[in-house]
């Protein structure tokens, strides 16, 4: 069983749902990352969390520590969102990143 | 926000050739480094964490000797596949890390290694 378990795998909806990727991890971990990966190969983090919600435009990011479970959701999507979502955590006392295997979101106009 | 350069984006080379990756971070001093490989399909597989002017710590499998990887500076750190055969053809990406652990890790854009 992996550490890091993402869930849908694949993920496509209509311009405009709301969507919701999840993330479930069975470590003690310091940090938590979401990170979007386009077609090309090109890797930006989008939060880095520890604990509660942060939000960035159309970005949600939560956290529940005790269930060991994070959540990205998106409003308005757009075709533009488009790309893998990536769950990574960095494990207690340790520097290292360990991955979820993906979600490929496809977001159809 | 801080930005990781990754140099070339993509390569295309004969077996037996070495290719040299470089990982710049522009606007920040990166004590850390990291170096991933991703296979199609499948997620990033660290490869080894380099910290400035310290030998690199590689992970159970990586050969330190084919993949050379170099940290002289504070915004340099450069992977070397040496003698580079087809079963190397892969993505390569690194990402870096300035100051102590609750830093987030910033990514390069990758490089698509293609061995004939």
């Known amino acids: 069983k992996n550490e890091v378990e993402q869930s849908p795998q694949n993920l496509t909806a209509q311009e405009g749902e709301f969507i919701t990727i999840n993330c479930s991890y069975s470590?003690?971990?310091?940090?938590l990352h979401w990170l979007q990966q386009h077609p090309g190969g090109g890797i930006v983090s989008l939060f880095m969390?520890?604990?509660g919600k942060k939000k960035h435009g159309r970005l949600i990011a939560t956290i529940n520590i005790q269930e060991k479970h994070s959540s990205l959701h998106i409003t308005a999507s757009h075709p533009r969102d488009s790309a893998v979502y990536i769950c990574?955590?960095?494990?207690?006392?340790?520097?290292?990143?360990?991955f979820g295997t993906g979600t490929r979101l496809t977001i159809i106009p | 926000g801080a930005v990781v350069s990754q140099h070339p984006s993509w390569v295309i080379c004969k077996s037996g050739t070495s290719v040299k990756i470089e990982c710049r971070s522009l606007?920040?001093?990166?004590?850390?480094m990291f170096w991933y490989r991703q296979f199609p399909k499948q997620s990033l597989m660290l490869m080894a964490t380099?910290?400035?002017?310290?030998?690199?710590?590689?992970e159970q499998g990586v050969e330190k000797d084919k993949f050379l990887i170099n940290h002289a500076s504070l915004t340099l750190s450069t992977l070397t596949v040496t003698s580079a055969h087809p079963e190397d053809s892969s993505f390569y990406i690194c990402?870096?890390?300035?100051?102590?652990?609750?830093?987030?890790?910033?990514f390069g854009d990758g490089t698509r290694l293609s061995i004939l």
């Open positions: 990402s870096a890390k300035q100051g102590h652990s609750n830093q987030p890790q910033h």
């Open positions: 470590v003690g971990i310091s940090a």
């Open positions: 969390l520890s604990s």
């Open positions: 990574a955590v960095r494990v207690d006392g340790n520097e290292k990143l360990t």
């Open positions: 606007d920040f001093q990166a004590t850390t």
């Open positions: 380099s910290n400035e002017g310290s030998k690199a710590t590689y």
